[in-house]
């Protein structure tokens, strides 16, 4: 059986490694249902409507998945003819553009991409049949994307309701940030809110301070921000739904939820603050936390994390350092300038310097806090002298990484 836009199905939410359980807590937060995750993403049921608020709502999914067809397959033969069983017109009109992309798991197709044309050409012979026209593929920004997961002998056929990925929530600048300001490659968002998730940390004033000292584009900070203010994380963006036809009859239902979601926002409960060694960052950061519209929650400062003070006197440190570069030459923009001068970085292993003197610096003047640090490299604690007391694992695209926390106590070493 194909599935109607009418009545409630399992939902499906892809999520990145590690993050499947977080997901599954948050989708049961904003549904109100139970969720069910296992490796790759979360179910949850739910109707057209729970579709566009989880689209809305979730920091963590990576796209929200609204089941068309699933069934036994053999070739690329048996899915066309299970792509066929789907009342298209149902889901769209000839007018519209669709694309097809196909997951595939231990699955004994040859050519995925001859398996997605096998999709294209059943949505496309089934709107002929029906409607005198067929649609045409836009690989860009089709109005009906669907996703093909296909395992040794199952396959799913997935409307997808979002479009762009959840991580874009619409403040990046079009071009990736500004021509001059060239940082190491920003965290996805849902990164960003999966680390925010993994510690705990909701916004809430008795959560505490939240400090990014190395923030280069601001994510972390910019979705801790907009947490603490009660912010949509889809607020600002379109989805793929909103050209879809099961859409039309949810229009009004879906500038409630935006409206409400927009009444909800409120004055940060507990201070953000950030900053960069790189004053060029710092203020790339404060442009983007401008778009995101929480420039007024974040306290920003160019300093190098080496010397900067605690801003108060418990809180919570979140970051992703530096990672396989040497690290004083960015201190160049910085108007504190770096603590270890250039020379000492380029004879030897310049992180190893990095993070002694970090954890001194926060042994010092620390205590009381907590830091959480997102590294792929698995022996930072020893790099730190410092004992971790959590280790979270996270993946940062193909990147394996941990997310250590690290309870700061003064003098407190390994
Ligand atoms: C991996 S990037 C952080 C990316 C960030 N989470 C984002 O999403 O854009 C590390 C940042 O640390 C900054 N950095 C390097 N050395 C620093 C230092 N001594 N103090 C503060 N920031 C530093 C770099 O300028 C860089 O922007």
Redesign the pocket.
């Known amino acids: 059986m194909s599935s109607h836009p009418d009545l409630a199905v399992d939902l499906f939410l892809p999520a990145s490694g590690g993050t499947e359980e977080l997901l599954a807590d948050e989708v049961q937060r904003i549904t109100g249902r139970p969720a069910e995750h296992a490796r790759g993403g979360v179910w949850v049921r739910g109707s057209f409507e729970t579709a566009m608020q989880l689209n809305l709502e979730s920091r963590l999914a990576q796209r929200v998945l609204w089941p068309l067809v699933d069934g036994p397959y053999r070739d690329e033969q048996d899915l066309y003819a299970l792509a066929r069983r789907v009342r298209w017109t149902d889901w769209m009109s000839p007018a519209q553009t669709l694309r097809v992309d196909v997951n595939a798991q231990r699955s004994p197709l040859t050519s995925l991409n001859f398996t997605a044309l096998r999709i294209k050409d059943a949505v496309c012979d089934a709107m002929r049949e029906a409607t005198g026209e067929r649609p045409s593929v836009d690989t860009r920004r089709p109005d009906v994307p669907l996703v093909l997961y296909v395992g040794p002998d199952h396959a799913v056929l997935y409307l997808d309701t979002t479009g762009e990925a959840l991580f874009k929530r619409g403040w990046r600048d079009a071009r990736g940030g500004r021509e001059d300001v060239k ?6 968002e849902t990164l ?1 809110a999966a680390m925010l998730a993994a510690i705990g940390w909701q916004g809430r004033k008795e959560d505490g301070p939240l400090l ?9 900070a910019i979705e801790a921000a907009q947490m603490a203010c009660g912010m949509a994380p889809g607020a600002q963006r379109r989805f793929a739904f909103e050209r879809q036809l099961p859409f039309r009859p949810h229009l009004k239902a879906w500038d409630a939820m935006r409206a409400a979601a927009r009444a909800r926002v409120h004055a940060p409960h507990v201070a953000v603050v950030a ?4 004053f060029r ?1 710092t203020d790339f ?1 404060e442009r983007n936390a401008e778009r995101a519209g929480v420039k007024h929650a974040i306290e920003f400062k160019t ?6 003070p605690a801003p108060a006197p418990h809180g919570v440190i979140l ?5 396989g ?1 040497r ?2 030459p ?2 160049q ?2 108007r504190a300038g ?3 001068a250039r020379e000492q970085f380029e004879g030897g292993d310049s992180s190893q310097v ?1 993070f002694g003197s ?1 954890a001194s610096h926060w042994k010092r003047h620390y205590a009381g806090w907590s830091a959480w640090v ?1 590294t792929p490299d698995f022996k930072l604690p020893s790099h730190m002298r410092l004992k971790e007391s959590r280790r979270v694992p996270l993946w940062n695209g193909p990147i394996e990484c941990r997310l250590f926390r690290f309870d700061l106590v003064a003098g407190s070493a390994r």
């Open positions: 940082g190491e490659a920003p965290l996805k960003a990014d000292p190395c923030c280069g584009a601001g994510t972390i900053g960069d060694v790189s960052m950061a300093m190098d994390a080496l010397q900067r970051m992703n350092p530096p990672y570069e690290i004083a960015k201190g923009g910085s770096p603590t270890l990095f970090l997102l």
